[in-house]
């Protein structure tokens, strides 16, 4: 009886912390529709809320814990989650090798540098990074890299290819960012964007333990549908899911799960026509 009462106690918490963060989340960060529901629970009373409208799975930002974790990060933290320099090296062969060494080229979320170090290594003379967190932006200047602090500063219709590796998922509103990189691209420029896939079997499997869901400062997850849906939303066109990349040499299992769309990440590249 008593653990029944204990259960029933147990519930209706719960349900008590989900309204209360529904209500903190109030509407979908990207098409803000009012009928979001919890997705995942996780610790202390935190969730995940998912929106059947555009597909996305989101967490209501904590401004202070997102502001100290800007204001603080260092190089070296950046550095031990960073894309491993094999993967940089084939998405360079795969989508950039065959770009002039002039043209523009622009990291957006550059964090700690390494892939605006490789594209300067490998020759190319005009890189842009754009780093939110100042302390990481002053560190790349240091390094004589060239850094901006938000996509506003930068010209209309100017650049050739934007990356945006492991960027979107940190992004308090994505639509406006992706808008913003609509508007510097050249005609016939593109984006090149790799996010976690909140329909990996990894999400599947370990729900709210699993680590992309974890990270603080990672707040929208989206599957392919949702991100082309998106991008088609803000003008992009031709966006496509590039299955090639990452998995062909490095990880073979992981690229016939790439083939299901079932891997941890999305990569997908889209243009400006
Ligand atoms: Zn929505």
Excluded at 44 to 52: A, D, E, M, V, W
């Amino acid at each position: 009886m008593a653990e029944k009462e204990e259960l029933h106690s147990r519930t209706i918490c719960a349900s008590t912390r989900a309204v209360n963060h529904l209500f903190a989340a109030n509407s979908c960060p990207l098409c803000k529709g009012y009928q979001i529901h919890p997705a995942y629970r996780g610790r202390k009373g935190s969730f995940l809320f998912r929106c059947p409208v555009c597909g996305i799975i989101f967490k209501v930002p904590n401004c202070i814990e997102l502001s100290n974790y800007y204001s603080l990060i260092l190089a070296k933290d950046i550095k031990a989650e960073s894309t491993p320099l094999e993967v940089v090296s084939e998405i360079y062969k795969k989508v950039l090798s065959q770009l002039s060494r002039d043209c523009l080229i622009v990291d957006f979320g550059c964090g700690a540098g390494h892939f605006l170090e490789f594209l300067a290594d490998a020759g190319y003379r005009n890189i842009i990074g754009v780093e939110r967190s100042l302390r990481l932006a002053i560190h790349l200047r240091n390094k004589g890299l060239e850094v901006r602090e938000n996509l506003l500063q930068i010209e209309d219709g100017s650049v050739d290819v934007v990356l945006a590796i492991e960027v979107l998922e940190h992004l308090e509103d994505p639509k406006s960012a992706l808008a913003e990189i609509h508007r510097i691209l050249k005609r016939s420029g593109s984006i090149l964007i790799t996010t976690p896939n909140q329909k990996s079997i990894k999400a599947k499997v370990l729900r709210w333990r699993w680590k992309e869901f974890r990270r603080p400062s990672h707040l929208i997850f989206f599957d392919r549908n949702s991100l082309k849906r998106l991008l088609e939303e803000v003008g992009f066109s031709r966006a496509r899911g590039l299955k090639d990349i990452y998995y062909t040499r490095y990880r073979p299992i992981e690229f016939c799960l790439n083939l299901l769309g079932l891997t941890g990440n999305i990569r997908f590249l889209a243009f400006k026509d």
